[in-house]
C-alpha cells in the first residue's frame, strides 16, 4: 500500500550531512506538490489524500505552530472518510493508526508550544514585580509562587491520568482496537486473541468460560464493568 512511501534515508553513526537533508526535503516537497496535483485531478483520491497528509506532517514536525500538522489530519481524515465510501476498508486500520499517532504529535507540540508561552509569561510578571515598592523581597516571592500555582508551573513534569477503561485487561496498555467479552471486561484485540490461543475460550479476568463468537467490537462506549 502506500503507508511506507515516504522514507527517511537511514541514520548513519554521524549526523546526516546537510546536502542529504536538503535532498529530503526537495523530495518531500516534489512529492506534496504531486500528491496535490493529484487531488485536483480526483478528490476522491484516497492514496494523494494520505500522502499529502503524510508530507504535511513531516512540515509541521519542524516548523512553529501546528497548522500544518492539523492540515495534516484534516488530509488524513479525509483518505479515511473515501475508504469507507469506496468500500476500502480494510485500509481504515493502517489510517487510524497513523491518525492517532498524527494527533498524539500534535497534542506534544501543543503542550510545548503552551509551556514556552506560560515560561514567557511567569518572566515578564517577574520583572514587573521588580518595580512594585509595596512588597519586600520576600513578599515579592510569596506572591510570585502564588501565582505560578495558580497559572501551573511550566518546569514541573505534566502528570497524566489515562481512565481504566481505556486500559487493556490484559497488557494494561491504552487500547487502539478494543474488543469485550460477555463478562463486560474490554481487552485489545490482539492480546485477547492471544490469550485465547494459549489458553483456550476463557475470560481473562472471571475465568469463566466464553463464546468466541459473541466477542463485540468497540468504538466508542467503554464497558460498565470497565468504568
Known amino acids: 500500500f502506500f503507508f511506507q512511501m515516504i522514507r ?3 541514520r548513519s553513526t554521524q549526523s546526516r550531512s546537510s546536502a542529504a537533508s536538503d535532498v529530503y526535503k526537495r523530495q518531500q516537497r516534489r512529492v506534496h506538490g504531486d500528491s496535490l496535483q493529484a487531488i485536483e485531478l480526483n478528490d476522491k483520491n484516497i492514496k494523494a489524500h494520505f500522502i499529502c497528509g503524510q508530507c504535511l ?11 500544518k500538522l492539523k492540515l495534516a489530519q484534516s488530509r488524513m481524515l479525509k483518505s479515511l472518510t473515501l475508504c469507507a465510501g469506496q468500500g476500502k476498508q ?22 510545548e508550544i503552551d509551556k514556552q508561552k506560560k515560561k514567557e509569561a511567569l518572566e515578564y510578571i517577574k520583572e514587573l514585580m ?64 492471544g490469550f485465547l490461543r494459549a489458553s483456550g475460550s476463557i475470560d481473562p479476568v472471571t475465568r469463566e468460560p466464553i463464546n468466541e463468537q459473541l466477542i463485540c467490537l468497540l468504538y466508542t462506549s467503554p464497558s460498565p464493568r470497565d468504568s
Open 8 to 10: 527517511r534515508p537511514p
Open 57 to 67: 506532517a513531516e512540515f509541521g514536525k519542524n516548523e512553529e505552530g501546528t497548522e
Open 90 to 111: 480494510e485500509f481504515e486500520k493502517d489510517l487510524n493508526r497513523n491518525i492517532l499517532k498524527l494527533k498524539k504529535l500534535t497534542w506534544y507540540k501543543q503542550q
Open 130 to 193: 521588580t518595580y512594585d515598592d509595596s512588597l519586600d523581597e520576600q513578599g515579592k516571592a510569596e506572591r510570585y509562587q502564588e501565582i505560578v500555582e495558580v497559572v501551573g508551573d511550566p518546569n514541573k513534569p505534566m502528570e497524566f491520568y489515562i481512565p481504566k477503561y481505556l486500559l487493556c485487561n490484559i497488557t494494561k496498555q491504552l487500547m487502539s482496537d478494543p474488543v469485550t467479552t460477555q463478562s463486560g471486561f474490554t481487552y485489545e484485540k490482539a492480546a485477547l486473541v
